[in-house]
């Protein structure tokens, strides 16, 4: 069974940089699948952040282009992510999921998420 | 970016209640389009996927349908469990988006 488990720092100062690193339990990263993040504002819904397949490659929102990086590390088997230049509107629960399919598809499982807030 | 309409953003129903959400495509999406179930402090959880096929293990009150732009998401017969926010998403064009919810309460 396939699970995922976010952490990382819950306050982050604005113009700092967010690391979030997701564990994957039950099935390695670079086994066949995408792994993706997507955050969820407060009070707002949900926004697909970017991904990584189990080859390395990467795509991203464009809305966050150029501040954000996904990376995986098969030895520690998990999957990172790195938003940059953060305001307080990347205050947000971030989740990370598996993701199916080669080209497109579902998200199958899911973290229970992590609190960011940005705040001085 | 493909924008996803989902409505209501709430919903107030009476258990054993048939309830309906729907979502709406900004333009074609086949039916590239997966429900999802959102509760405070857990695992978002995969209910539909293809529009309409049920995910494994998944109750079968749940139900979903359509193609193209016009999509609909039912709970056959509501029950306290299913009290939860409700998120359609597409997945025929990148950036994969979603729609605004719909949070889903008890009367």
């Known amino acids: 069974q396939v699970q995922l488990q976010e952490s990382g720092p819950g306050l982050v100062k604005p113009s700092g940089t967010l690391s979030l690193t997701c564990g994957v339990f039950g099935v390695s990263v670079t086994w066949g699948d995408w792994w993706s993040w997507v955050r969820q504002a407060p009070g707002m819904g949900l926004e697909w952040i970017g991904e990584i397949s189990h080859s390395g490659r990467t795509k991203y929102n464009p809305s966050l282009q150029g501040r954000v990086t996904v990376s995986a590390d098969e030895s520690m088997n998990h999957v990172s992510l790195q938003l940059t230049s953060v305001t307080a509107a990347d205050t947000a629960l971030y989740y990370c999921?598996?993701?199916?399919?080669?080209?497109?598809?579902?998200?199958?499982?899911w973290g229970r998420g992590t609190l960011v807030t940005v705040s001085s | 970016d493909i924008q996803m309409t989902q409505s209501p953003s709430s919903l107030s129903a009476s258990i054993g209640d048939r309830v309906t959400i729907t979502c709406q495509a900004s333009q074609d999406i086949s039916n590239y389009l997966n429900w999802y179930q959102v509760k405070p402090g857990k695992a978002p959880t995969l209910l539909i996927y293809d529009g309409s096929t049920l995910q494994t293990g998944v109750t079968s009150r749940f139900s979903g349908s359509g193609s193209v732009t016009d999509f609909t998401f039912t709970i056959s017969s509501l029950q306290p469990e299913d009290i939860a926010t409700y998120y359609c998403q597409q997945y025929e064009m990148l950036p994969w988006t979603f729609g605004q919810g719909t949070e889903v309460a008890i009367k």
């Open positions: 999921a598996r993701r199916r399919g080669v080209v497109r598809g579902y998200l199958d499982v």
